[in-house]
């Protein structure tokens, strides 16, 4: 029993297909050359630090807006009659050259509705500086 192997014409015939190996390594040196020619990317972010100026000698007034868990609002512990009153008094400390920071401090059993239209009107009248305080009622649930 015997077996063919190859076409029987011998070792003369050309070979047809392309040695793919030059260019292969060709390419990875042109590659390793173009990843050592680019340049580093430094990532630095500019920055205009202010030039040895005074801390504010002053501390900014303070506001402390209270919302009651029936939507009852006080102003530095008066209570404001209504909405109008209340963007009234937003208006003339917006209308300030230096803002105060308004703390609010809601009630914990507040609806978000009453917060949330405190927090609105304060920022349609222009005021900046809003935090909202008192979040030491919610820790353990009580």
């Known amino acids: 029993m015997s077996m063919n192997v190859g076409s029987g014409g011998g070792e003369n015939e050309v070979m ?3 040695n793919t190996t030059p260019l292969i390594d060709v390419m990875l040196v ?3 050359m173009l990843i050592i020619t680019l340049p580093v990317p430094t990532h630095a972010v500019k920055l205009d ?7 504010p000698t002053t501390k900014p007034e ?3 807006i209270d919302v009651d868990f029936d939507g009852t609002i006080s102003w530095n512990g008066n209570v404001v009659p209504s909405r109008e009153a209340m963007d009234t008094l937003m208006e003339q400390k917006a209308d300030e050259p230096v803002q105060p920071e308004i703390q609010l401090r809601p009630n914990k ?3 978000y509705r009453y917060v949330a239209e405190v927090l609105a009107d304060a920022q349609r009248i222009g005021l900046n500086k809003i935090g909202v305080v008192g979040n030491e009622q919610y820790v353990n649930g009580s």
Do not use: G, W
């Open 62 to 64: 303070v506001v402390n």
């Open 30 to 32: 042109l590659l390793i």
């Open 49 to 55: 630090l202010p030039i040895n100026q005074p801390p």
């Open 16 to 18: 047809v297909e392309m």
């Open 109 to 111: 059993l507040v609806k």
